[in-house]
Every structure is written in C-alpha cells, then in structure tokens.
T-cell receptor, first 113, second 115 residues
Framework: KQEVTQIPAALSVPEGENLVLNCSFT??????LQWFRQDPGKGLTSLLL?????REQTSGRLNASLDKSSGRSTLYIAASQPGDSATYLC????????????FGQGTILTVHP | DTEVTQTPKHLVMGMTNKKSLKCEQH?????MYWYKQKAKKPPELMFV???????INESVPSRFSPECPNSSLLNLHLHALQPEDSALYLC??????????????FGQGTRLTVV
C-alpha cells in the first residue's frame, strides 16, 4: 500500500525567504506526482504535475523535483510572500489507470510580513 | 477552462434527509472522482468514474450513492447520513491515462454538516 509522508508538518518563515517542502513515498511505481495548494475551507489548486519520467517542473516561483528511485519529491518556493500561506499537499498517482491519488498529510505554510 | 464547479458550497442536512451534491466540468475529462476530507486531514478517495461507469468504490457506505449521468456531470446522492459524515466533499476530474496527462483538477468543495 502506497504511503506518502510530508515534512515538515508546519513551517513559519519571514517574507522573502526561499523554502523547501519535502514529500516521500514508499512505492516507486508511480505514474506521476502532483503538488496542490489548499486555502482554509477551500478546494485544491493544482500547482505542478511531474510525470514519472521527468526530473523537475517549474512554474513561476515554484520548482518541483522528483527522484522516483529514492521515492522523494521537493517543492521549492522562491522569494516567499504572505499570499503563499496555505497548506501544501503532495499526491502520488499510483499503478492504476484511473488516476487515484494518494495524498500526504500536508505542510501548513505561514509566511509573515 | 480548467474549472470544476460544485454546488452547493454549503449544506446542512438532518439525518433523515435526502440531498444531492453536484459537480460539473467542461474540460473533456472522462474520469471523475469524489473525495472526502475531514478537518486537518488529507482528501480520501470515495469513488471513481471512467467513461461514465463506476470504476472504483473505496468501500463507501451505501448511504452515499454516486451517479454520472453524462461525461460532464457527477452527482453524489446522500441519504440517512450520520453526524460523522460531516466533512468537505471534493469533486475532481482528469483525463484517463490512455489520453496522457492525468493532471487532476478539483472543485471548491461542498461543506456538509449533518445535524
């Protein structure tokens, strides 16, 4: 059974810092990995999708990397802003054709001015 | 358009009520999902529909009844729920793997409270 772990559980940083969120998974037979952002009481916003054959993806100030063999992914956020405050979830799409996602517990990020 | 629309946004229902949650997408996705999220927990998969047919039921109690009337719509019918069913219900959609990119897009959720 796939298990996904995110570290740290919570992170508080001053505005402008660069930061890294970590995600690890136990079964390396994944199809892709997706990073989401969730604001309190809201739905999930897709940030980045990395296919299993890719090493990294970038979107604006966000960069996600994937090392499938070691079961790890990182989300790098450059020059953090208060508006980045949210819960960040990584989700692994495993070995079915139906896109079933297994989520980590999330990292709660607070960026203070 | 990468939007998944869920209605209603909030729902309060009694344990004897029957209600339905609705989800709509117009991205041409042929896979649609219902997830349940309890407070401070990650989403957990409930159901998967592919090509309008139920593909996965994650052992969900029968008081939750999904329906996919066409490729753009997904419903979740609720009956005789318990207070512990109170949660955020999220709908998502994606292409199927045979199409390629299976990036999942989520709606804003329905906050359900069972009283």
């Amino acid at each position: 059974k796939q298990e996904v772990t995110q570290i740290p559980a919570a992170l508080s940083v001053p505005e402008g810092e660069n930061l890294v969120l970590n995600c690890s998974f136990t079964d390396s037979a994944i199809y892709n990995l997706q990073w989401f952002r969730q604001d309190p009481g809201k739905g999930l916003t897709s940030l980045l999708l990395i296919q299993s054959s890719q090493r990294e993806q970038t979107s604006g100030r966000l960069n996600a990397s994937l090392d499938k063999s070691s079961g790890r992914s990182t989300l790098y956020i450059a020059a953090s802003q208060p508006g980045d405050s949210a819960t960040y979830l990584c989700a692994v799409n495993g070995g079915t054709s139906y896109g079933k996602l297994t989520f980590g517990q999330g990292t709660i990020l607070t960026v203070h001015p | 358009d990468t939007e998944v629309t869920q209605t209603p946004k909030h729902l309060v229902m009694g344990m004897t009520n029957k209600k339905s949650l609705k989800c709509e997408q117009h991205m041409g996705h042929r896979a649609m999902y219902w997830y349940k999220q309890k407070a401070k927990k990650p989403p957990e998969l409930m159901f998967v529909y592919s090509y309008e047919k139920l593909s996965i039921n994650e052992s969900v109690p029968s008081r939750f009844s999904p329906e996919c009337p066409n490729s753009s719509l997904l419903n979740l019918h609720l009956h005789a729920l318990q207070p512990e069913d109170s949660a955020l219900y999220l709908c998502a959609s994606s292409h199927l793997r045979t199409v390629g990119n299976t990036e999942a897009f989520f709606g804003q959720g329905t906050r359900l409270t069972v009283v």
